[in-house]
């Protein structure tokens, strides 16, 4: 089963601790984590994001949807980063959540990743989906 | 494809009193074994001097955890708090024989400085886990043992399984698992294997011995030789997680990682191996756009390291290679046929069998008629070689039969229906023949 660990900061505090850390040792410790899940053969992928500051919203609770450049919203939108894990449970996804450096302020949302199974088979879309993957037609495959 | 579902926040604590039920706490301990087990019962081992009791007190923690957090709560270093349990009770059990004062003095650090660090610390060396863990997995596919022991060991202290988790992998009942694991532990007791990596001059051989296992383990769960489900994919992504995590500690052996990709691009069809009945799908006949993608990418590379560490190429890296060239078809008529014919000349030449043979025939008569591959068939004297296998004379059925030789094609079929072993395949095989009477 695959579940995307999505990182947030949701509190200013995470936001103060961040800037105020040392950036070398926040590395390492993501490198650790990141390395401890790479030994235990879970690790499928992961990415993090750059400054909500940098990035834009669009919004479609009007007609025409409106694009707001950041810093925007509250800050537990904020989604900074996440981590895909191929593991056996929900159980399983929690307790390697649970190891990631964070601190007070920081939120990990856990939530399993769909499959083709999760989807009816004989929809048009979802087949051309799969097709679209097996063709290796995503960007960046 | 659909929107996500909005849930609205919900207060952490109270969440976490509700569901902190026996059960769900079960399953909390059942996850933080998978991640820990190789760790602790390695450093536990590396304490106590002797991996059997190092296995037990293990188990004695995890059983006083499933007793204890329900109530108590689940402590924040679980891997920590199991560890100082494990402590005591070897204490305990000390306490009770003799050497009590030198055996304590083993145990390193006293516990009570231990008990302070231990919301935060690591229960082991850090420097020392890597190797601890590798001794582990050489100890637990030790020769000494048989390869049903090697196989239980392997998923109970490497992989972190529960007895009954293993046991309904393997289709057999719970004291079966846990008798075949106390056997292993006095074998081992008995052998006085020592937990320690093996001497340098039976290093090669030790590691094709891990490797054995592991692919087997990653086998019973492809094609399970037991059972109604004739997959049991849980076993065999079990198998690929156990190669991955020892491909790390030996990042310098090919085949290792040959194996890894071996193990990634076979469960990479696995999505397509089940039809809607849950009968197998064979390869040719499979929806391709099911195959998973992202074990494809793993497979892929790690044959590239495979192929980067060793110019020889090995058993397990052979085949890794030929399964690249079916995930790399998009469609049957896209396979390379030539170079599958070629790859399966090579595996002949590393490890003749009578079975790669008949691949390598199957890939001739696709890449140049069905002639080709009967002459090689007959070339090699595969029939003579493998007189009970079904395969042999249900392969030169199929090969007659697109020569458009029927008559001898309906002689083979019926030949092979007679040798099949299952009634199913006899059935499929009856039918083909009669279809060309």
């Not at chain 1, 235990?40 to 669009?58: H, I, M, P, Q, Y």
């Amino acid at each position: 089963m695959k579940y995307m660990l999505i990182m947030r900061a949701v509190d200013q505090a995470a936001v103060d601790a961040f800037e105020q850390a040392d950036f070398n040792e926040v590395i390492a410790a993501m490198g650790r984590y990141n390395e401890s899940m790479i030994e235990a053969g879970v690790l499928a992928d992961g990415a993090g994001l750059t400054d909500a500051s940098e990035g834009a919203v669009v919004d479609f609770s009007e007609d025409d949807p409106v694009v707001t450049d950041g810093p925007y919203g509250e800050l537990r939108e904020l989604f900074n980063g996440f981590w895909m894990v191929e593991v056996s449970s929900q159980e399983e996804a929690v307790e390697w959540a649970k190891r990631a450096p964070l601190g007070a302020g920081s939120q990990i949302e856990v939530r399993r990743v769909t499959g083709p199974d999760d989807f009816p088979q004989d929809n048009e879309w979802v087949q051309k989906e799969q097709e679209w993957i097996a063709e290796g037609r995503l960007a960046g495959n | 494809m659909v929107p996500p579902e909005t849930t609205a926040p919900t207060a952490g604590g109270a969440d976490r009193d509700h569901r902190s039920t026996a059960e769900a706490v079960a399953r909390v301990v059942a996850a933080t074994w998978r991640i820990e087990a190789a760790k602790i019962i390695a450093s536990l081992t590396r304490h106590v001097g002797d991996f059997g009791f190092a296995e037990d007190l293990a188990q004695e923690a995890v059983a006083e955890a499933l007793s204890q957090w329900p109530e108590a709560g689940i402590p924040a270093n679980p891997a920590g708090w199991l560890m100082t349990v494990a402590k005591r009770r070897a204490i305990d059990t000390w306490r009770r024989q003799e050497r009590f004062a030198e055996r304590i003095a083993a145990l390193g650090e006293g516990l009570e400085d231990e008990q302070e660090t231990a919301a935060t610390a690591l229960p082991w060396d850090p420097d020392a886990i890597d190797d601890d863990v590798l001794r582990l997995i050489f100890i637990s596919c030790h020769p000494v043992l048989s390869r049903e022991a090697q196989l239980a060991l392997n998923l109970r202290v490497v992989g972190g399984l529960t007895s009954e988790e293993i046991a309904r992998a393997f289709l057999l009942p719970v004291p079966t698992i846990q008798q075949r694991i106390v056997r292993a532990k006095k074998a081992l007791a008995a052998a006085e294997v020592p937990f320690e990596l093996p001497p340098a001059n039976s290093w090669p051989g030790r590691i094709t011995g891990v490797l054995a296992v592991l692919y087997l383990m990653f086998s019973e769960g492809h094609v399970a030789t037991s059972g109604p489900d004739w997959m049991k994919p849980a076993l065999s992504l079990d198998a690929l997680r156990l190669t991955r995590i020892t491909a790390g500690l030996l990042p310098r052996e090919a085949e290792v990682h040959g194996l890894v990709a071996l193990m990634a691009l076979t469960a990479a069809r696995f999505p397509a191996r089940l039809g809607p009945d849950r009968e197998p799908v064979l390869l040719a006949d499979q929806d391709r756009t099911r195959w998973d993608r992202s074990l494809i990418r793993l497979g892929e590379a790690s044959l590239t390291t495979a192929l980067a560490l060793r110019e020889s190429r090995g058993t397990y890296t052979l085949q890794a290679e030929i399964a690249a060239v079916h995930a790399r078809a998009r469609t049957l008529a896209d396979t390379d046929w030539e170079r599958i014919a070629a790859l399966y000349g090579d595996l002949e030449l590393a490890a003749p069998s009578a079975i790669t043979t008949l691949n390598r025939a199957i890939a001739l008569a696709e890449a140049h008629g069905p002639e080709a591959g009967l002459e090689y068939i007959a070339d090699r004297g595969v029939t003579a070689a493998l007189p009970r296998f079904h395969h042999v004379p249900s392969v030169r059925g199929e090969l007659l039969a697109r020569a458009g030789r029927s008559a001898e094609a309906v002689a083979e079929f019926e030949r092979a229906a007679a040798l099949a072993t299952n009634d199913r395949e006899r059935e499929v095989l009856l039918a083909k023949a009669r279809r060309l009477q």
